[in-house]
């Protein structure tokens, strides 16, 4: 796996380790080990320029995610052997995580734990157009931040191992 984090916010708190824990246990859960992806933080301006070209929509968002894969193929592994795994890219607006980890009242941490598992699992093929949908991201999101705080407060990584395949789709 070749995985990046990209700080473009610069200043803001960012635990790399858990953000890389996170995403480790999302592609193992979804036998995507060795696929590629970049994760950006930045700020609301440059997201909202993302947001408006990419998306026709003219405002800030918290995340976005950019596929390198497209129609049924989205979030399926390579059909070859020795293809390389190309996910795609996750921006994320510090700024937006700060705003909704004080409206949530959580920590801002748990907030960006939530927004790359939800970018992440976006690039993976979930989606949140319908109710059921939106349920079962939510709870996936939900069980893997849960998953790599409480590995984070043991200080061991039992807890990323906990539930094994249990919190893949």
């Not at 157009?129 to 069980?143: S, Y």
């Amino acid at each position: 796996m070749t995985f990046r984090i990209i700080d473009r916010h610069r200043g803001f708190g960012i635990d790399r380790r858990s953000i890389r824990r996170l995403v480790s246990a999302i592609l193992a859960d979804h036998d995507r080990r060795e696929a590629d992806l970049t994760i950006v933080f930045t700020d609301d301006a440059f997201v909202r320029t993302l947001n408006r070209e990419y998306r026709d929509v003219d405002r800030a968002t918290d995340v976005l995610s950019f596929s390198m894969e497209e129609g049924d193929a989205a979030g399926a592994p390579p059909a070859d052997e020795g293809v390389e795994d190309l996910l795609g890219d996750v921006v994320i607006s510090a700024d937006r995580a700060a705003v909704q980890a004080r409206r949530y009242r959580r920590p801002v941490d748990h907030e960006i734990l939530k927004l790359v598992a939800h970018g992440v699992l976006h690039l993976l093929g979930h989606d949140h157009t319908r109710a059921p949908e939106r349920l079962a991201m939510r709870k996936l999101e939900n069980d893997y931040v849960r998953r790599i705080r409480a590995a984070r407060r043991h200080g061991t990584r039992e807890a990323d191992r906990r539930g094994g395949r249990g919190a893949s789709t």
